[in-house]
Each structure stands twice: as C-alpha cells, then as structure tokens.
C-alpha cells in the first residue's frame, strides 16, 4: 500500500519565521505535489517535482519554496511565514507515467497555522 | 478562471438512495478525470477515474459518467450509505505526459442521512 507521511499533523508558527514541511513517500515515486486547502477553494497546487533536484511552480508559488534532494522526499518551505498562509497543507506522489491515469496518493495534511 | 467546477457545495441524500455529485470542465485539452473522497482530517482517497475514449466506468456501487461534449461528468453513488459522507472532488488531467497535473474542483459536502 502507497505510504505518503507528513511530518506534522499541526504546526503552530509565528509570522516572520522560516518554516519547514516534509514529505516522505514509499512508493519509488517519481513525482511529488505540494497542495494547500482551504475552504471554499479546493485544493490548489503550490509546488511539483518530477525528479530530484527539479521543481515547477504551480498556479500560487508566491511565498514558498520547495526543495527535493532525494527522491522519497519533498520538502516545503515558506520564507517567511504569513498569516494567509495558515491553511491545511497536502503532499502526494505518483507515479510518472500516466497511462492509464495513474491517480496521486496523498498525505495526511499538515494543519499549519500562523499567529 | 476555474476550469473545473463542482457547482454544489453540499449535497444531503438519505441512506439507501442514489447520490449524484456533478462536475463541469471548460478546457477541452483534459482528457482523464478522477474522483477523489475526503474525510475530514484526512488527505484525499482516489475514488474512481475515466479516460476520454468512455463515457461510463463502474466500480462496485459507484459509478462516474463522461459526457464530453457538454463538458461535463458525473459520480453516482447506489446505494448512498453513512460513510460515504464526506468531501468529493473532481480533478482533471490534460494529458498523458507524466508531468502533467491535476486540476481540482472545489469540492461537494456530501451528506448521507440513515
């Protein structure tokens, strides 16, 4: 079975810090999604990788950076955090053939709030 | 510009009855759709999927129809049960390429009522 692990399950941070979002996967994966949701909006992707080292931004990069030094793991960072970045934050993975609409598989979410 | 739209944010069913959540597309370059379930404090379940060359997939009591010209898709659920209450979303891809994403609805509650 497909294991996607969050570090966090809530994170409570200040404005202004430099905070950090990891995400393990299993499954030999070559791609990885870094989305957040919040009411209302769905979910939005933030940040996509599809090998080690690269990243491409998704439709609202502004304010976060994503790094991915091996390729179980994609780390999510927001510079300097804000209070509109409070939201559930969702890591998935796949595979990178889509044949067959190979479908992500996701994380439990990392409820981050930012006081 | 949404380009996947779930137009119902909720959706109140009793148990034993058929659910039909809705989803519409405008970009005609999607060509793969997947439903995803959502409990609360949860990430996402995929559901069920459909590829453009069907118009019906079928797995167990649901069931997702493709209609592409109208642009639109549907997720039936028979019977409707308790724990199927939950958040679905609808997604799209636009394309076989591996670097392609998926493009989410913003989701419908639904509720299932014994």
């Known amino acids: 079975d497909v294991k996607v692990t969050q570090s966090s399950r809530y994170l409570v941070k200040r404005t202004g810090e430099k905070v950090f979002l990891e995400c393990v996967q299993d499954?030999?994966?070559?791609?990885m999604f870094w989305y957040r949701q919040d009411p209302g909006l769905g979910l939005r992707l933030i940040y996509f990788s599809y090998d080690v080292k690269m990243k491409e931004k998704g439709d609202i990069p502004e304010g976060y950076s994503v790094s991915r030094e091996k390729k179980e793991r994609f780390s999510l960072i927001l510079e300097s955090a804000s209070t509109n970045q409070t939201s559930m934050y969702l890591c998935?993975?796949?595979?990178?053939?889509?044949?067959?609409?190979?479908?992500?598989?996701f994380g439990d979410g990392t409820r981050l709030s930012i006081l | 510009d949404q380009q996947v739209k779930q137009n119902s944010p909720s959706l109140s069913v009793q148990e034993g009855r058929i659910s039909i959540l809705n989803c519409d597309y405008t970009?005609?370059?999607?060509?793969?759709f997947l439903w995803y379930k959502k409990y609360p404090a949860e990430g996402p379940t995929f559901l069920i999927s459909?590829?453009?060359?069907?118009d019906k997939n079928e797995d167990g009591r649901f069931t997702v129809f493709l209609n592409k010209s109208a642009k639109h898709l549907s997720l039936h659920i028979v019977p409707s049960q308790p724990g199927d209450s939950a958040v679905y979303f609808c997604a799209a891809s636009d394309g076989d390429s591996g670097y392609s994403t998926l493009t989410f609805g913003k989701g419908t509650m639904l509720l299932v009522s014994p």
């Open positions: 998935a993975s796949s595979f990178v053939e889509q044949v067959g609409g190979q479908p992500q598989h």
């Open positions: 499954m030999d994966h070559e791609n």
């Open positions: 970009n005609s370059m999607f060509d793969y």
């Open positions: 459909i590829g453009s060359i069907k």
